[in-house]
């Protein structure tokens, strides 16, 4: 069994891990994720959440036996195929963290729009005490926290609680337990206030600043903005809502 659970309700979908004891992430339970991700509605999604069911843990990464090297190739095809997968989503994306966050468990809660913590939430990367190193965050994390702290985390494998994580900008936010619920949906109930199609937009326009060259990001988001945001009805909707002082009545197209 994967352990692993989709609910969908309306603009809203839940992640769920739940495979015990601590959420490993062999390769079965990641092709499940992926087909959980594959077969969500685009469309009509505006959010997901990623949990863990487990108490006070979110996933202690990737199981070590699929790192062998008769498991590596398609291990690596499929953690990196649910990481593309969540970067490339048209909704925002929100990792709930009540827990150790470990190897391809961090990646995977880091590759999301907003992570949300706990004070019991650590996030490492001990990879390279088994003599591998993780690819998803070797390629990206410089991007979160500059390259020393990506490198430190890398290279040393040492915990950063989630204090720290979020004091260096690696997480969104820690929130004590007892408020994590609440911090939550107060986060989903902003999203979903928005345009669904404006959050897909805004979404493809940070995907295209972070991938153009040095100097062209505010070229290719000149032009995404004129030629595709502008050319949908919320876009439209939005400005003249607030031109004649009224709320939006988004159409989502």
């Known amino acids: 069994m994967s352990g692993v659970s989709l609910q969908v309700s309306g603009p809203r979908a839940t992640l769920r891990l739940g495979r015990e004891p601590l959420n490993v992430l062999d390769i079965p339970t990641l092709e499940v994720i992926a087909e959980k991700l594959d077969g969500l509605d685009t469309g ?4 997901l959440l990623i949990e863990s069911e487990l108490e006070r843990t979110f996933s202690a990464g990737v199981d070590v036996a699929d790192h062998k090297e008769d498991r590596a190739s398609r291990m690596l095809d499929v953690v990196h195929g649910v990481v593309r997968r969540l970067e490339a989503a048209p909704y925002a994306t929100v990792a709930v963290v009540d827990g150790p966050a470990l190897g391809g ?3 995977l809660a880091l590759s999301c729009d907003f992570v949300l913590a706990t004070e ?3 996030f490492a990367l001990p990879e390279i005490r088994l003599g591998v190193y993780p690819p998803v965050a070797v390629a990206h994390f410089s991007d979160l926290v500059g390259r020393r702290r990506a490198e430190q985390m890398i290279l040393t494998g040492d915990p950063i609680p989630a204090v720290e994580a979020a004091r260096i900008g690696l997480i969104t936010d820690v929130v004590d337990s007892s408020e994590l619920e609440l911090r939550t949906e107060a986060l989903v109930s902003t999203l979903l206030r928005h345009s669904r199609s404006s959050l897909r937009e805004t979404k493809e326009a940070l995907r295209l600043a972070r991938r153009a060259e040095p100097g062209a990001a505010l070229d290719a988001v ?5 030629e595709s945001l502008m050319n949908t009805a919320d876009a439209r909707e939005g400005l003249d809502a607030f031109m004649e002082k009224r709320p939006p009545a988004w159409s989502h197209r």
């Open 44 to 47: 009509s999604t505006s959010v």
């Open 105 to 107: 468990g961090c990646e």
């Open 120 to 122: 019991r939430a650590v």
């Open 222 to 226: 000149e032009r995404h903005y004129l």
